[in-house]
């Protein structure tokens, strides 16, 4: 049993094929799927998805990407979309400092609203954080000082610091397909020093495809490739470290329990 915490099944990469993406992460042991917003714009797309197929869940967020498109966008627009049954966080927000498609400042004041949307509706928030470990680090301080929140670094790729302080603060840590590339032997090892409940797998789809499927569209049956890298990494067993992870993203994502008793 394995969780793909976070893909992007809305984007135009799954527009032919999406049922057949879904059949084959069934056929490889994935029970649930993320589906992650990146333009509130657009979240009737990921809600859409989540609404047809019951092993699909979503969020709601503004990518640090599109906050200059969405400057409007304030926390209780998050907190009513949010009410959605199978809308079970929120994000992903963050901070980008590679492209800065968005002024730093502008995502730092997107980001802070999506905190606070958070710490409102108990939702967890999904993080997106680019080389920007120091103004990360600060926002992350700074917010859990005003009240707590949960939260998951998506996609780590910072360094040692930023991973130790989001696990003092509460965090979670998501891995994605780059943590098996050759040259990743430094994210290997972060992730070998944490703590065994802190850790989730994702993939990014249809980004960052894992060593075996690099160059080629990621999709989420793929994120087993990851748990083994991650497992051999930590020197535990495939199916221990699946079951570990599985209950770390319903610890996190609380909601997701909630609506499958609902409907069933």
Request: charged share 25%; hydrophobic share 40%; with cysteine.
């Amino acid at each position: 049993m394995l969780v793909d915490s976070h893909c992007h099944l809305d984007f135009p990469d799954f527009s032919g094929d999406l049922d057949a993406v879904v059949r084959r992460a069934r056929s490889a042991g994935i029970t649930h799927m993320l589906t992650v917003c990146t333009r509130v714009r657009q979240h009737h797309d990921v809600v859409a998805i989540a609404e047809r197929v019951p092993s699909v869940y979503c969020s709601v967020g503004t990518h640090p990407h599109y906050a200059e498109q969405e400057v409007e966008i304030g926390a209780e627009d998050l907190i009513v979309r949010a009410r959605h049954p199978k809308v079970v966080a929120l994000g992903e927000a963050g901070l980008d400092f590679h492209y800065t498609r968005s002024p730093p400042d502008v995502q730092e004041r997107s980001f802070r609203t999506h905190i606070a949307a958070a710490r409102a509706s108990a939702l967890p928030l999904i993080i997106h954080s680019r080389d920007a470990d120091a103004a990360m680090t600060s926002v992350l301080t700074q917010e859990m000082a005003k009240g707590a929140f949960s939260a998951v670094l998506h996609c780590y790729t910072g360094g040692k610091d930023l991973a130790q302080r989001a696990i003092e603060l509460g965090l979670y840590i998501g891995f994605t397909g780059i943590l098996t590339f050759k040259k990743s032997e430094n994210l290997r090892e972060i992730a070998n020093t944490l703590p065994a409940d802190r850790i989730l797998v994702e993939t990014d789809a249809p980004y960052l495809a894992p060593g075996p499927y690099r160059g080629k569209r990621n999709e989420p049956a793929y994120v087993t490739e990851t748990a083994k890298a991650l497992a051999e990494a930590r020197n535990v067993g495939l199916r221990e470290f699946a079951e570990q992870t599985s209950r770390n993203f319903f610890r996190l994502f609380p909601k997701v329990g909630q609506s499958a008793t609902a409907a069933a």
